[in-house]
């Protein structure tokens, strides 16, 4: 097609209104198809390992700090994107963008149940519903896409029309129906989706499987991690897949090695942008001790329509003000049984509970629900009409109940787990108004009623990979419901003071001087925003690489490009030329106040595993065929009883093959490298057993079919206590040699405010309620602690005249150092750049040094740092180290940084 490229995704980016991150898959999807590294073509499986390959090289290229490898068996790739997002919107941008510029016309969509499957047909299929993704796309008027599913594909006469794309929704739930090696008749069966009139039937299959361009998209992608579907999946050998999801791991916690965008949980609460903020409410100086639980929960359902009448008083001010749709709140109420659901339902609908106001506005959805009413009002909860105020739930709300009006919840009894909680929280991130944040604090919050969880839920607001991290304290007074809680944003230093610059350049009355210091701040601006991003440049090796004059004309071009969009278009000559005069001067500024940092991925490499070759302990497999009866007894007054004797299968394979397909259903045992061993250890166990049987072939094969289950867990058991596995270390990415100073956010109680560094914080525990600011050499003006001793190491730091440059307390972003299996991310105290050197510090309490997960840690901060110092020497940078330093030794004053560098450097001796 002969579209330019630049104009259909700025058309598709407008259209469905994509927000910033969606927008950057999107874009980064093009970049790797326009460039080669993704082959948009159905590959042959005699040429697909070495393409494959090819394409994997050129991906670690361009997303070094998170592509590994493909993990199937033709081109795919994950987005990596937080819930609330809209992952259903990105996936409505990349149908209409491989449609205009590809010709793509055959797309493939898997839905993990069958919620999200209805879910997906409507989405993409019905232009009557709200969410419709195709909305006012133009290119769809006359031929809109064909949604198929597997139980009309008969009826889809116009599925082969060359003119309409065609959108298969598949459910994974059927997908794996039955996908387990069956048998029937003594044959062995296929799969429901290859066998012939059911579900699909064999020549749905067959088509799919010839289509030369078909892309599948995979919502919820970590559950099609399977062997069964991921088999499947690549013998239709599309020609790309695209994953998506909010939890990159597979069932075993493995993380996935085809992340190429990464728009984490985390980073979103960071941004604070797409999800709500989320608080935990408790009441302030009330003591829960003394309380019985069954008035501990009364008080919490009373605090929750507190929380709840707030909240919709909040909302109708917000839309009332500006002319929108009052959106209406409701409460989620987790219960641990379907009979303390019931209690609870008869409770808040009776007079007792607030007069009676919420009867006929609480629906209970559990297990026993047989009222398609009431169903069909949970998924319409969002709906102004509806009446519901009050959802009353037992277990996990399921992925595909995602609903943006969920204000308040409450967790009850043995449904009042910390997991549950940050489960349930996660379901209640999403945001009404355009999924954007409002700045109106009370209508971008989601609140959770932990009166005897409190302090559980602040305790775990301390590990950086809990949702947690990002929550909010409240304490329920009789007054209010409330501190007010404000984000406070700490970008960059350079950031910090283009905003400032700003502000003096928009009180310039002369009018021609402010328009030409505005074109000349819009071009630091912009070079500020791009120049960190040449760190993935060929011949970018470390800063001042940058002053290259074909470095520089390509960062010209790049600028060139953005101001021909949107306002900045109509001064776009004056902004470049501006960009071209001060370029120099901005590249030292950034250098001078940013620490360098490569990024580059440390992760655990892969173990090594092994199992011992031994003989099987056979001294208990003394085990007799079963007399297999079937028992008969009339129902009349006689009561006779008969027996019948069950006819066995006459086509029962080898016994040991019997052993061995049972032992290999257990995950460890990988068959294809230990099956020598696995066979000697099933005839052993045959030998055993046909020794103690003394009886026919037959009688053989019987007896260890009956018995199989028992005989492979025996055989596991066994097995598994020769079983080894061995660390090999880290390994890491490719180097980027900088990238930009990662922004911090905060949360802050107005009531505290903000303090001075170095003003003395009495009692010690408030010191982490403040924000600090008054910093000199920090890379940012603004600072949270979470200890005493980096609060004083900060100090010591600052009062370093000869040995320090510049610091930083590195913003999560900043690295991607991995210190353990589970994908846990080691977050640095503080950066420290000295003349000749940089520092990773950490200032750690004194009796957790030695611990398991600090020692842990610094493995992996050390083997950053030597691979940051063999780049660096071979691009004339400074050398990393790593310093570990106990919380008694942080003393102002008394002591200088070069002290701690000659105490406590770590090596990896």
């Not at 040991?656 to 049972?662: D, H, K």
Request: proline share 5%; hydrophobic share 40%; glycine share 4%.
């Amino acid at each position: 097609m002969s579209e330019n490229p630049d104009q259909v995704l700025r058309e598709i980016k407008n259209r469905l209104q994509l927000r910033q991150p969606l927008a950057e898959s999107l874009e980064l999807l093009h970049t790797l198809l326009d460039s080669g590294a993704l082959p948009l073509r159905k590959l042959d499986p005699a040429e697909a390992p070495v393409a494959l390959r090819a394409s994997a090289e050129q991906l670690r290229r361009h997303c070094p700090d998170l592509f590994r490898d493909f993990e199937r068996g033709f081109p795919s790739i994950t987005c990596s994107i937080a819930t609330g997002v809209g992952k259903t919107r990105l996936m409505a941008a990349v149908i209409l963008y491989l449609y205009r510029l590809h010709g793509v016309r055959n797309f493939f969509i898997l839905a993990p149940n069958l919620t999200i499957y209805n879910k997906l047909i409507r989405d993409f299929g019905d232009p009557g519903y709200e969410k419709y993704v195709f909305r006012g796309v133009s290119d769809f008027v006359a031929h809109r896409p064909v949604v198929v599913t597997g139980d009309n594909y008969a009826q889809q006469s116009a599925l082969f029309r060359e003119q309409e794309v065609r959108i298969n929704v598949f459910n994974i739930a059927k997908f794996n129906a039955d996908n387990k090696v069956s048998k029937k008749d003594g044959r062995v069966q296929q799969p429901r989706l290859k066998r012939m009139s059911e579900y699909l039937g064999q020549s749905y299959w067959e088509y799919l499987s010839a289509l030369p361009d078909l892309v599948i998209l995979m919502d919820e992608a970590h559950r099609y991690h399977a062997d069964a579907s991921r088999r499947a999946l690549d013998e239709l050998r599309p020609v790309l897949g695209l994953e998506l999801t909010a939890t990159p791991f597979d069932s075993n916690g493995g993380a996935f090695r085809n992340v190429v965008y990464e728009y984490s949980l985390a980073r979103a609460l960071q941004d604070g942008k797409y999800v709500k903020i989320p608080a935990v409410a408790t009441r302030k100086d009330f003591n829960f001790k003394n309380v019985s639980e069954g008035d501990t929960e009364r008080l919490k359902l009373d605090d929750a329509i507190s929380v709840h009448e707030d909240t919709r008083q909040a909302i109708a001010l917000y839309a009332r003000e500006r002319g929108l749709p009052v959106v209406k709140p409701f409460v989620l109420i987790a219960c641990s049984s379907i009979e303390h659901a019931r209690q609870t339902l008869e409770y808040v609908t009776s007079d007792a509970f607030f007069e009676g106001k919420y009867a006929g506005k609480v629906i209970q959805v559990d297990s026993s629900t047989k009222d398609d009413s009431d169903i069909e009002k949970l998924l319409t909860v969002e709906r102004p009409d509806n009446p519901v105020e009050i959802v009353i739930h037992v277990g996990m709300l399921k992925e595909g109940w995602d609903v943006n009006n969920l204000y308040t919840i409450v967790p009850l009894r043995a449904a009042n787990s910390l997991v549950l909680i940050e489960q349930t929280l996660g379901r209640g991130l999403r945001l009404p108004y355009g999924g954007e944040r409002t700045g109106v604090e009370k209508v971008d919050m989601v609140t959770v009623i932990a009166h005897d969880n409190f302090e559980k839920v602040v305790t775990a607001a301390k590990d950086p990979n809990s949702i947690f991290q990002k929550v909010k304290q409240i304490d329920l007074g009789q007054a209010d419901i409330g501190h007010p809680v404000e984000i406070i944003d700490s970008p960059s230093v350079v950031n910090t003071r283009l905003a400032t610059e700003r502000q003096v350049v928009a009180a310039i009355q002369d009018e021609k001087e402010r328009q030409r210091r505005t074109n000349a701040l819009d071009a630091k601006s912009l070079l500020v925003n791009i120049l960190p991003s040449l760190g993935k440049h060929v011949e970018v090796k470390k800063y001042d690489d940058l002053l290259k004059p074909s470095v520089q004309q390509e960062v010209i071009r790049t600028l060139e490009h953005e101001v021909s969009r949107g306002q900045l278009s109509m001064f776009a000559g004056a902004i470049v030329e501006e960009a071209k005069t001060s370029y120099a001067a901005i590249v030292r500024e950034l250098q001078s106040n940013s620490i360098a940092v490569p990024r580059f991925v440390v992760m655990p490499a892969p173990a090594e595993t092994w199992f011992d070759h031994f003989d099987l302990d056979t001294t208990d497999f003394n085990f007799s065929k079963l007399e297999l009866e079937l028992i008969r007894i009339t129902i009349d007054q006689g009561r006779k009883m008969d027996t019948i004797e069950v006819r066995r299968n006459d086509n029962l394979p080898a016994p040991e093959s019997i052993l061995m397909a049972e032992v290999r259903g257990y995950p460890e045992i990988d068959h294809g490298e230990w099956s020598e061993l696995l066979y000697k250890l099933a005839l052993q166990a045959v030998a055993a057993i046909n020794n103690s049987l003394a009886g026919t072939d037959k009688d053989l094969r019987e007896t260890v079919f009956d018995h199989r289950e028992r005989l492979g867990a025996k055989i596991y058991e066994q097995m598994m206590a020769h079983f080894h596995l061995q660390e090999t270390g880290l390994e890491s990415s490719e180097v980027v040699p900088f990238t930009r100073v990662e922004p911090w956010s905060f949360s802050m109680f107005k009531d505290f405010g903000k303090k001075h560094f170095a003003e003395n914080i009495r009692p010690v525990e408030a010191i982490k309620k403040y924000v600090y600011y008054g910093f000199a050499k920090s890379c940012h003006p603004e600072y949270k602690f979470d200890s005493k001793a980096e609060k004083d190491f900060a100090i010591i730091l600052e009062d370093d005249q000869d040995s320090v440059l510049q610091w930083m307390r590195p913003a999560k972003q900043q690295f991607r150092i991995y210190w353990n299996r589970h994908g846990d991310q080691y977050q640095p105290d503080f950066v420290v750049e000295t003349k000749d050197t940089i520092y990773i510090v950490e200032t750690k309490s004194a009796s957790e040094l030695g611990s398991d997960e600090v020692e842990d840690k610094a493995r992996a901060a050390l083997k950053y740092c030597t691979e940051a110092t063999l780049y660096q020497q071979e691009n004339g940078g400074k050398p990393w180290r790593y310093l570990l330093i106990p919380h008694t030794d942080v003393i102002p004053v008394q002591r200088s940084f070069p002290y701690y560098v000659k105490t406590y450097l770590k090596t990896n001796a």
